[in-house]
């Protein structure tokens, strides 16, 4: 393990170098950089398209918690996103998108087969990043992580439009489908940083519950975002029978439950009933109240790192809590 | 590693024990009784349509060649099936297949997202078994083998009527498409074995070499056999562009080769037209050629053996090549 060993001001530096997003970007980029042909083209593509790397900073930042920058941690980091990136490219596939981030999907430009095959390489591409530093612990994590997320998945899809699913099981589709590769990506890097099994349960907590929230308010922004903004189109989800949050509180509503119910079992919304759905939401502070769910969840994230070293990389992850945070008011 | 460590008798049923094909698929049905829902369906139902398991045999006999029977040699052998099942659902959504093994194939049955994080799931259930055993070097071997894998097939899709593709072209891509993987298993089975590492490349080029023949007369077959054995249409891979070996023989026929050529230009072929091409490659002893082009290859197969130590495993590995020759015969 190359490790930078000296703790002061220029470790800091250090630590503020590994866990910026220019790194990241350049550390995928070149360790995406023996791909070839259309999955070289399909790579490249990706890289341009950009993200906000959420889960390599939470490995970086959960490492520099407990231990120094080393290399290990940077590619703990790197596995994160290249798994987030083919989960990203084969939900395309799935989901017939078009759109993903703004830009035309990977199955639009090249089609299912490259799209199909573009996301086994990046998952291959992240096991050899593991394996080839014996990142054992991190390795069978992100196996497990895998796994949920397709079980996570498939399940949302058998249970599309299925109008007795209890706010419960959803959270419980969210955390397989997200929220685990969250978990994984703190506990990647306290793991690697050093820290005892009861410091990486509790920044696994912190993942988890911050997957949860950051899943709420995504699909909340579902039905109030523009798709300039979103990178998709508006009231995706609902339309695709996927229900969410808000839809499950407007489900239960005395009033408007049973029409919104009608409307569902006819899979079919034209734009004035979704433009009623918007203003039933907002009117009844449904809306809000799926916002103060998800924060309660960043709530729940923040208390998990509370016995854990007070230091700066503990601020910054209590710092992106907040800032998820600042997205529900 | 639970090692069976009394090399007599009792060892040598302990070793048939090990490689027998209903040995794998108990194993098979074990390491994948944890899957649930969707996934556990698809699961069951590969599991029962059956394979002759190659790829696991050729793990088991390459590390018994050298070391005895352990549980980590037959993880091993797991994780090699679970690979190339997850690589066949993969192919399946690439070419729209809705057939496999004469069975309706996963995507038809369930759709395409389902065959996608089916196969997602398997690949990761792949390295799950390595990884909880520390199977690093297999892990490496295996990762550098689903890359190749994703890089031919990707390669063939791109090449599809491609008339100016070269045979050595042709074969890298099954190299690469089919190849590698009976590499990596061989090579996987003696590294367990606690072969040295000439002895690991030199499997390693006996299971390339009998994969390479494997997979040209498995493209042999397109021309001759029936859907019923073949558990595909025939003339599969010519109507969908996928040029193979007697493809390439017939292009460079003098008398045939211009039409032939023409023929594929059109990418569209009538019955009639697929009888004439059928016809010719019988005629002209072109199957013969193609056939004797794969007996080569197992014969470079069984070279590699030579120097390994002369045992009824190495006899069981020269065994197999020759039930190969016998289908080209």
Known sequence: ?????????????????????????????????????????????????GGKRI????????????GGPTRDLLDAALAMELVHMASLIHDDIIDESSLRRNQPSVNRLWGNQAAVLGGDYLFAKAFSVLAEKNLIFNLNLTVQAIQAMCEGEINQAAEKFKLDLTKEEYVERIVQKTAVLLQCSCKSGAFIGAATQTQIEQIGGYGLNLGIAFQIVDDILDFLGDSAVMG???????????????????LEHPQHGPWFKDLIGRKRFSMEELAQVDKILAGTGMIQKS???????????????????????????????????KRTC
């Open 291 to 325: 916002f103060a769910i998800a924060n309660s969840y960043i709530e729940k994230a923040k208390q998990c790192l509370a016995g854990l070293p007070d230091n700066s990389e503990r601020a910054t992850l209590m710092e992106m809590a907040d800032k998820l945070k």
């Open 232 to 250: 998709k189109p508006k009231h995706e989800d609902l339309t695709q029978g996927n229900l969410t949050l808000p839809a499950f509180l407007l």
């Open 1 to 49: 393990m190359e490790t930078i060993t000296i703790r002061n001001a220029e470790s800091e530096s250090a630590d503020n170098a590994l866990a910026s997003i220019e790194n990241i970007n350049q550390a995928l980029t070149d360790t995406l950089s023996d791909s070839r042909g259309i999955i070289g083209e399909i790579c490249r593509n990706l890289l341009k398209a």
């Open 55 to 66: 889960r390599p900073l939470l490995t970086i930042h959960s490492g520099l918690i407990f």
